[in-house]
Each structure stands twice: as C-alpha cells, then as structure tokens.
C-alpha cells in the first residue's frame, strides 16, 4: 500500500485545514485508515480512524469535536477536517493504513504497517 498525504500548512488558531491522503495498491475499503501526528522531541501520537468498511471512527480526546475523519472508498482517500485549530496542533501528521480486527489496537501505531510520508500542520498564536 502506498500512501501519499497533503493538505498540510500554516494557519491562524482558530482556522481550519483538511488532509488528504490518497492510498493505492490495496482493497481501500478493508483497510483500517489513521492520522498520527508527531511534533519535535515528543512521541508518535494517534489523532484518529476510521475502521475498515468505515464502520466506526475513533479520535484522540482533546481533538474531539474539532477534527473529523472521513474516507471516500470511490476517490481511496482519507480525510482529516480540522477546525478550532490551537498552537498545540502544530505537529507533523502522517497517515496510515492497516488491517487488525482488534479494536483496542486501533489506536496504536503498531497496528499499521503503512505509512505516508508526514505534511507539516503549523497553527500560529
């Protein structure tokens, strides 16, 4: 599976962004899609998914109510729509794809053996 994001930039807090990743070499619809993010010296952190068939989608807390993950089987591309953007989301954000069926994993990087390259999400103050 190759996996190429966009989307990414610099906003104002407050301002919105959506990401694109658009993925090819597999079946899209049985692929479980997520968004990680990564800012300098800190870890690999899950921003959200949506489950394969898009049956379900998962966010991390404090993205709740501000981020919204979507997928179009038809276009095999994932999307991530921010709105509210904070400093705090400043961060280099990658999307993934993989295949477990157990959902408490969903959230864990491990669980996803593709990768895209990261797009840079800068929110100033």
């Known amino acids: 599976v190759q996996l190429q994001a966009s989307g990414g930039g610099l906003v104002q807090a407050g301002g919105s962004l959506r990401l694109s990743c658009a993925a090819s070499?597999?079946?899209?619809?049985?692929?479980?899609l997520a968004w990680f993010r990564q800012a300098p010296g800190k870890e690999r952190e899950f921003v959200a998914a949506?489950?394969?068939?898009?049956?379900?989608?998962h966010y991390l807390d404090s993205v709740k109510g501000r981020f919204t993950v979507s997928r179009d089987n038809a276009k095999n591309t994932v999307y991530l729509q921010m709105n509210s953007l904070q400093p705090e989301d400043t961060s280099l954000y990658y999307c993934?794809?993989?295949?477990?069926?157990?959902?408490?994993?969903?959230?864990?990087?491990?669980?996803?053996?593709?990768w895209g390259q990261g797009t840079q999400v800068t929110v100033s103050s």
């Open positions: 070499g597999r079946t899209f619809s049985t692929l479980n």
């Open positions: 993934a794809a993989g295949a477990t069926q157990i959902l408490s994993t969903i959230r864990n990087p491990q669980s996803y053996p593709y």
């Open positions: 949506t489950r394969r068939g898009g049956v379900s989608t």
